[in-house]
């Protein structure tokens, strides 16, 4: 039987039809017109999907290792009581000996809202830590901070995709969809048939910004000051919206004055964006009556992340775009549930429907839902950098065990040889995941768990939409859900809270809605049933009321209404460049690959389209450092150096190199980005620190 879903990826959650394929328990993709957001078009990650549940990587039982001291100790099946059992052990003996917050839990964005729910609980209630984070906060979690500092709510977009084609002109800063989510693509080529422009901020020339009218190409760092440069020009020229400022915001004062500090020489000597270009964009955003700012992890993955996005959302406050048809700010979020990850309790701050742990209020409500007194649920722990800094560190304050579902920060953490050596030094780790990762490889217990097409389950896509992934086909013998563990963990840890655990997603979800009823994400109104027949809820939707496609056009989710200005400085990137390090480095993403690539890189085809990292740079630099394309280069930073073929290119700037942070080993990008975090949201600075690049050898 043919099964409507969605792709197990990223965030724009495209959706698909599995059918059986002729090979026994193989599944094939068809296309799924009927789904409005993708219209049938798939990239090749979704398209290959498929590959991973059969991957002779995947994993088909528990692996245990016996002694954690010896590095050669391998690892060996287990069955899984005995797996569990020792879980169950290694944290216990963890809090028995140092306290609850001496185990911490690691979740992820690609978690399913019912898995990210149930986590968060399991923290609370039965390992009683706070110490919960996810990898969510390397993503997006500067945008949600600013959003929910300027409009009350953070919502990715808020408006669907389809207002895209409808505005008169979209600002994408620091976002490549053409790589990140091809299909995403044609709303910008649709807006652009229809008259509007697109606008790309990147300090690259991506696939994305080839399609541009116009490409502002800053230093790394600096888009903060681009966009106060931008706000200036707007006040200069006079094409500020004083009815809407007056009518619907606060701070306009002190944004104003900060931004009249930016004059536009001044901002290009930070930028190195040309003054013609910054009143060219002025003009493409401001003439015609409606205009979009979209980020991604541009300028969000900055140590002023925050600020950085707040200064966006200040130009569509001060020109009236925002809060009104075909016109906002939003953020085009990462991860496949980057959304519904964020909102259900598995952020260390963060109770389910986006309440706040510090708020009495929301403890109470969520304890009721839990049957707990709301008295012991922990306070706020430490946000996900801090949480792996933490880990093995001895004293009162150390993580001792872990328990980690859905990542892989090995790859994917900054710093990564110092955070894969904190990893190293845990008392115990466990990991759940559907292949050996790099992380999975470093634990004591491994815990194989199905994936996207074996099992049932809601994700929010980019646009605040919940949707309904569906089982397919039946997972491997050996293998279990991740509710399933949880449930096996609690039996063993807190028998008598066991029963609030359902395996079932439906149940799961059943609990979630009335966790975040009266929240800022309600999902009450939302049931499987609903997202079936309407093939996705937009939240907020109350049990009584109607879901929410286009938010903020009456009033902002401020207690006043108004949205408020950042009104904020620019300040350089957390390390400049210098004798030493004068370079610049950025990372991201290449068009075959997803995230820490520990599923894209059991895929033959991706991996022959993609098949290892690389250091893109100008052919200015490539002539200082004396290399080829394709010869190795060196890339140094402060926290290590990697290896990886030079990519030589005349579209990226000549002070900056590239490197996608897919892979692990000699190549690993990560080793060389900065923890610097931002004060706001705990984002760390992935986007900009400085290198030296070198022939390697030399
Ligand atoms: Fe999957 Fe994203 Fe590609 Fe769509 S764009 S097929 S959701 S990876």
Redesign the pocket.
């Known amino acids: 039987m043919n099964v409507d879903t969605?792709?197990?990826?990223?965030?724009?959650?495209?959706g698909?039809t599995l059918k059986p394929a002729a090979e026994e328990g193989g599944l094939d993709v068809l296309e799924r017109t009927g789904f409005d957001v993708?219209r049938g078009?798939?990239?090749?990650?979704?398209?290959t999907?498929p590959a991973v549940l059969d991957s002779a990587a995947r994993l088909t039982g528990p692996l245990v290792r016996d002694d954690r001291d010896d590095p050669a100790a391998p690892l060996r099946p287990a069955s899984w009581p005995d797996a569990l059992d020792r879980v169950a052990a290694g944290l216990a003996r963890a809090q028995d000996a140092h306290g609850p917050d001496a185990v911490g839990v690691f979740g992820g964005g690609g978690l399913t809202n019912e898995k990210a729910y149930a986590l968060g609980k399991f923290a609370r209630i039965v390992l009683g830590t706070s110490q919960i984070d996810y990898n969510g906060r390397f993503c997006m979690s500067s945008a949600a901070a600013a959003g929910t500092r300027a409009f009350g709510l953070d919502r990715g977009l808020p408006f669907p995709l389809a207002d895209i084609p409808r505005t008169g002109c979209v600002v994408l800063v620091g976002a490549n969809p053409a790589e990140?989510?091809?299909?995403?693509l044609r709303y910008f080529t649709e807006l652009r048939a229809n008259g509007g422009t697109l606008v790309v901020v990147d300090p690259r020339r991506t696939r994305t910004a080839e399609q541009a009218d116009l490409h502002l190409a800053p230093r790394p760092g600096t888009d903060l000051a681009l966009a106060l440069g931008l706000l200036h020009l707007v006040i200069a020229e006079g094409r500020t919206d004083d009815d809407f400022i007056a009518a619907r915001t606060t701070g306009w004062a002190d944004a104003r004055a900060t931004a009249m500090a930016h004059w536009p020489e001044l901002v290009e000597r930070i930028t190195g964006v040309p003054v013609p270009q910054l009143r060219r964009a002025v003009e493409l955003f401001c003439t015609p009556e409606s205009a979009m700012v979209l980020t991604a992890r541009g300028p969000e993955q900055q140590a002023k992340g925050t600020d950085t996005v707040g200064a966006w959302i200040d130009l569509c406050l001060a020109t009236g775009r925002a809060g009104r048809p075909y016109s906002g700010y939003g953020c085009l979020t990462g991860q496949?549930n980057g959304q519904g990850g964020r909102e259900h309790g598995q952020k260390a701050d963060q109770l389910p429907g986006y309440r706040l742990l510090t708020d009495p209020d929301a403890r109470r409500h969520v304890a009721a839902v839990w049957g707990v007194d709301p008295d012991t649920l922990p306070g706020p722990g430490r946000s996900a950098y801090e949480l792996l800094d933490a880990l093995g560190a001895p004293g009162p304050d150390g993580v001792r065990a872990l328990l980690l579902m859905g990542s892989n920060p090995v790859v994917s953490a900054p710093r990564a040889a110092h955070v894969e050596r904190r990893i190293r030094s845990l008392d115990f780790l466990a990991v759940a995941d559907v292949v050996l990762s790099e992380t999975a490889a470093l634990a004591d217990v491994v815990l194989p768990v199905t994936q996207w097409a074996e099992e049932t389950g809601t994700l929010t896509n980019l646009e605040g939409r919940v949707l309904l992934r569906r089982r397919a086909v039946d997972p491997p013998p050996g293998v279990r859900g991740d509710l399933d563990v949880l449930r096996g963990l609690a039996e063993r840890l807190a028998p008598a809270r066991a029963a609030g655990f359902p395996a079932a997603a439906e149940e799961v979800f059943a609990e979630l809605r009335r966790a975040s009823a009266g929240g800022k994400a309600d999902y009450s109104g939302i049931t499987y049933e609903r997202i079936e027949a309407e093939d996705g809820v937009f939240w907020p939707c109350p049990e009584d009321g109607e879901p929410t496609p286009r938010m903020f056009l009456d009033r902002f989710a401020t207690p006043d209404g108004r949205a408020r200005f950042a009104g904020v400085q620019h300040r350089p990137a957390a390390e400049e460049t210098d004798a030493d390090y004068p370079v610049w480095l950025t990372t991201g993403r290449v068009l075959a690959h997803?995230q820490s690539g520990a599923q894209t890189r059991r895929v033959d085809e991706l991996n022959a389209a993609a098949p290892g990292p690389f250091v893109q740079m100008h052919p200015q630099l490539a002539a200082r450092v004396g290399a080829d394309e394709g010869d190795p280069v060196a890339v140094l930073s402060r926290r290590g150096r990697a290896v990886a073929p030079a990519r030589i290119s005349a579209a990226i700037r000549p002070d900056t190199v590239f490197m996608p942070f897919h892979w692990p080993g000699a190549g690993r990008a990560n080793t060389l980005t900065n923890p610097a975090l931002d004060p706001v949201s705990r984002m760390p600075e992935f986007k900009v620190c400085a290198v030296r690049v070198e022939r390697a050898g030399e």
């Not at 078009?41 to 398209?47: E, F, H, N, S």
């Open positions: 969605h792709c197990p990826y990223c965030s724009l959650q495209c698909m993708n078009a798939l990239c090749g990650k979704g398209r999907a990140t989510m091809p299909p995403a496949g997803y």
